[in-house]
């Protein structure tokens, strides 16, 4: 196997399906005139329902200050709300803006059955075969990941 011409296939197929989920996603949203990391914290609020950024965040995988940024830009549309908890000032909880949760609940289900209606087309057979081989990436990237988070770790104490 030629490594670097098989990695570089295999991150332009990623690219490419990464690209048409974004292209499809958005076309859901495009009357909010939204972006795509917006839809995804639109998408965690409406799942998680309230919550704090920090939560937010470790959901997405991104920073706090990341976040931060999104959430600005959605509080000025109005899509979504900061309210200060009764409980203890300090903390800070997000949610969707009533007249926004019926909205983005359809576009997010208009997307699922998008998805559906498009795999469905699939075999059993090739989806389980689909699963299973990025399940098994993300397996090898997270391994690899977190032998590089040792051996950064490592080579700070030798410095």
Do not use: W
Not at 6 to 14: A, D, F, G, H, Q
């Amino acid at each position: 196997m030629e490594d670097s011409s098989r990695i570089e296939e295999l991150l332009t197929v990623i690219t490419r399906i990464m690209s048409l989920i974004k292209k499809n996603f958005e076309k859901d949203f495009k009357k909010m005139n939204v972006t795509r990391s917006q839809i995804l914290v639109m998408k965690v609020l409406n799942q998680c329902g309230e919550m704090k950024v920090s939560d937010i965040s470790r959901e997405l995988d991104l920073s706090n200050s990341t976040v931060s940024g999104i959430i600005d830009r959605l509080v000025e549309k109005k899509i979504v709300q900061r309210k200060r908890s009764d409980e203890d000032r300090r903390i800070v909880m997000i949610s969707l803006a009533d007249e926004y949760r019926q909205p983005v609940k359809k576009g997010l289900n208009a997307f699922s059955q998008k998805m559906r209606k498009v795999l469905s087309t699939i075999t059993e057979e090739d989806f389980d075969s689909i699963i299973r081989g990025l399940e098994k990436l993300e397996k090898i990237l997270e391994e690899s990941q977190v032998h590089g988070e040792k051996e950064d770790e490592a080579d700070a104490k030798t410095d």
